[in-house]
């Protein structure tokens, strides 16, 4: 068993210590490009000869760190790609959400990409710097999501896009997916999904309406029928409970159509970027109660709480109340997933209800268009965890005899 080196420290990332089978003094260094520790015998058995010897050593590890020309760096890359998703989030190309995401990937203090690959030479950068990079990040934070990694991932390939594009380099290196769980989403089971006495999200609307009656308060804000009303147009419309997407949306967004009956809603700038989607007949009747309300409505008012320039604001007041809403009829969580209800339980509960109430008739390509998402998200995040039930057995029989 070894005895505990006893160390000299010289400067920050440099010390010499001996050990006990050596007469022999070692030198460790800290080496910046491969953010590891060197360890090295000096060949001097005197304190004074090994501190000049890992001096030397010291002095021609920095001599070899060369400085790389700062057009080729990845922070240059990255400050392009930075400008590029807010010229394309102010286009329409891309939504506020995507450019977020890309500066809150890049720029991270603690972990982002910048922080670690800043002053690197995008030539040099290949697979291995990545996966030390995710390693790394295994190590310092173990509690981010598989969908949190693939961001940064996906902000790394952006990074060096610019960088091919510009001639730079050839090749964007592979970068493996972090695997991600298909966890099922959390909705409000419904009837015939589950029993009539089982239907939470008749309660839920029971109970809205009930606190609008009883002119509940929140906060000191009074809840009223615009809460069951908004509630009712998230589940009809498939549109998402954000600033960018729900409250963002105007009178002059929307169209009523008939043929069939529904409203096509304008999202200008929502999750997914710009989009024009059909809604459920029942959205129409929705519409008409909120045009009611507000008799002197103009195109540029918003739908929902108008009252409120500062959407943030808007938002707020609602999910204080949703909250509210969801601890009074007890249905803070899904009692299957045991997942917490949020407002995005909702749009949750939308997409289910079109699988299940559908017979499984529904186009799944065309639900996800109008939702705003992709057929492989519903795939894998709603039809594939929907119990078995009388609907889909209708659907399954429905097509040929069989004896």
Same mark, same amino acid.
């Given at each position: 068993?070894?005895?505990?080196?006893?160390?000299?420290?010289?400067?920050?990332? $440099?010390?010499?210590?001996?050990?006990?089978?050596?007469?022999?003094?070692?030198?460790?260094?800290?080496?910046?490009?491969?953010?590891?520790?060197?360890?090295?015998?000096?060949?001097?058995?005197? !304190?004074?000869?090994?501190?000049?010897?890992?001096?030397?050593?010291?002095?021609?590890?920095?001599?070899?760190?060369?400085?790389?020309?700062?057009? #080729?760096?990845?922070?240059?890359?990255?400050?392009?790609?930075?400008?590029?998703?807010?010229?394309?989030?102010?286009?329409?190309?891309?939504?506020?959400?995507?450019?977020?995401?890309?500066?809150?990937?890049?720029?991270?203090?603690?972990?982002?990409?910048?922080?670690?690959?800043?002053?690197? @030479?995008?030539?040099?950068?290949?697979?291995?710097?990545?996966?030390?990079?995710?390693?790394?990040? *295994?190590?310092?934070?173990? *509690?981010?999501?598989?969908?949190?990694?693939?961001?940064?991932?996906?902000?790394?390939?952006?990074?060096?896009? &610019?960088?091919?594009?510009?001639?730079?380099?050839?090749? &964007?290196?592979?970068?493996?997916?972090?695997?991600?769980?298909?966890?099922?989403?959390?909705?409000?089971?419904?009837?015939? $999904?589950?029993?009539?006495?089982?239907?939470? #999200?008749?309660?839920?609307?029971?109970?809205?309406?009930?606190?609008?009656?009883?002119? !509940?308060?929140?906060?000191?804000?009074?809840?009223?029928?615009?809460?069951?009303?908004?509630?009712?147009?998230?589940?009809?419309?498939?549109?998402?409970?954000?600033?960018?997407?729900? #409250?963002? =949306?105007?009178?002059?967004?929307?169209? !009523?159509?008939?043929?069939?009956?529904?409203?096509? =809603?304008? !999202?200008?700038?929502?999750?997914?970027?710009?989009?024009?989607?059909?809604?459920?007949?029942?959205?129409?009747?929705?519409?008409?109660?909120?045009? @009611?309300?507000?008799?002197?409505?103009?195109?540029? *008012?918003?739908?929902?709480?108008?009252?409120?320039?500062?959407?943030?604001?808007?938002?707020?007041?609602?999910?204080?109340?949703?909250?509210?809403?969801?601890?009074?009829?007890?249905?803070?969580?899904?009692?299957?997933?045991?997942?917490?209800?949020?407002?995005?339980?909702?749009?949750?509960?939308?997409?289910?209800?079109? =699988?299940?109430?559908?017979?499984?008739?529904?186009?799944?390509?065309? =639900?996800?268009?109008?939702?705003?998402?992709?057929?492989?998200?519903?795939?894998?995040? #709603?039809?594939?965890?929907?119990?078995?039930?009388?609907?889909?057995?209708?659907?399954?029989?429905?097509?040929?005899?069989?004896?």
């Amino acid at each position: 068993m070894s005895e505990t080196p006893s160390a000299i420290k010289l400067y920050k990332g $440099l010390s010499i210590y001996r050990v006990a089978k050596s007469r022999f003094w070692y030198v460790r260094i800290w080496d910046r490009t491969r953010k590891k520790y060197l360890v090295k015998s000096t060949g001097e058995d005197t !304190v004074i000869r090994a501190r000049e010897v890992a001096q030397e050593l010291a002095l021609s590890l920095l001599r070899s760190e060369r400085v790389t020309d700062t057009q #080729y760096q990845f922070k240059t890359y990255a400050i392009k790609m930075l400008n590029k998703s807010k010229v394309q989030a102010a286009d329409g190309e891309r939504s506020i959400g995507y450019m977020k995401s890309i500066h809150w990937a890049i720029q991270n203090e603690d972990w982002g990409l910048v922080k670690w690959f800043g002053p690197k @030479d995008v030539r040099k950068l290949r697979t291995h710097d990545f996966q030390e990079y995710f390693a790394e990040l *295994d190590r310092r934070r173990p *509690d981010l999501s598989s969908s949190t990694k693939n961001t940064l991932m996906a902000a790394f390939r952006n990074v060096l896009k &610019i960088a091919r594009d510009e001639g730079v380099i050839d090749v &964007i290196p592979a970068t493996p997916r972090a695997r991600q769980k298909d966890n099922p989403r959390p909705f409000f089971r419904f009837h015939p $999904l589950v029993s009539k006495e089982e239907d939470v #999200y008749k309660k839920l609307l029971n109970t809205a309406q009930a606190m609008a009656n009883e002119m !509940v308060e929140v906060r000191g804000i009074t809840v009223t029928d615009e809460l069951y009303d908004l509630l009712l147009f998230v589940v009809h419309s498939f549109v998402r409970p954000i600033t960018t997407e729900l #409250y963002a =949306l105007k009178h002059k967004d929307v169209t !009523v159509a008939d043929d069939p009956k529904r409203l096509i =809603l304008t !999202v200008q700038n929502g999750k997914t970027g710009y989009r024009s989607s059909n809604t459920m007949p029942g959205a129409v009747a929705i519409y008409k109660r909120i045009c @009611d309300r507000n008799p002197e409505r103009t195109a540029e *008012d918003y739908l929902f709480l108008p009252e409120y320039a500062n959407r943030t604001t808007a938002s707020k007041v609602i999910q204080r109340q949703f909250h509210a809403l969801l601890d009074r009829a007890n249905i803070q969580h899904d009692a299957v997933t045991g997942k917490k209800h949020t407002l995005y339980s909702l749009r949750h509960t939308a997409i289910c209800m079109r =699988l299940i109430l559908s017979h499984g008739k529904v186009n799944i390509f065309n =639900l996800a268009k109008n939702a705003g998402t992709s057929v492989d998200q519903i795939e894998r995040f #709603y039809a594939k965890h929907l119990p078995l039930s009388r609907e889909m057995a209708i659907n399954l029989q429905s097509f040929g005899g069989q004896d």
